[in-house]
């Protein structure tokens, strides 16, 4: 089982849980398999630079529960808003994407970012 520190250390992510939370979910469908991005969604893996490698729990949750981004700026609205996720799902998911990595800069469509 991979596991990642959630913020302030004090929960862990299950990234077999993650993995399986993002497949039932469709994320695949525009981040990739893995979370490497694609033409029509951004990496979304572990990557420092390319990815959300540098992100935050919290900022993760946001993300998902309300469309925006680290930068503060809207999601395309074909990402859908999750609110109903809870904090140990959105940790499982967390602690799946952190698990990966990729280089890939793939953007999704430019008008949506």
């Known amino acids: 089982m991979v596991t990642t520190p959630v913020d302030a250390g004090t929960t862990m992510g299950n ?5 399986a939370l993002y497949a039932n979910r ?10 490497e991005g694609s033409a029509s969604g ?3 893996t572990g990557n420092m630079t390319a990815g ?3 992100w935050t729990q919290a900022e ?5 529960r309300e469309g925006v981004g680290k930068d503060g700026m809207m999601f395309c609205t074909n990402m859908p808003r ?3 996720l809870n ?4 940790g499982d998911l967390f602690a799946f994407l952190k698990s ?5 800069t793939e953007r999704g469509p430019a008008n949506c970012r």
């Open 15 to 19: 990234a077999t849980n993650g993995q």
């Open 26 to 35: 469709g994320c695949n469908g525009c981040h990739g398999m893995n979370g």
């Open 42 to 44: 951004p990496n979304i």
């Open 52 to 54: 959300i490698g540098a």
């Open 60 to 64: 993760f949750n946001k993300a998902i």
């Open 82 to 84: 999750t609110p109903s």
């Open 87 to 90: 904090d140990t799902q959105l």
């Open 100 to 104: 990966k990595d990729s280089t890939s």
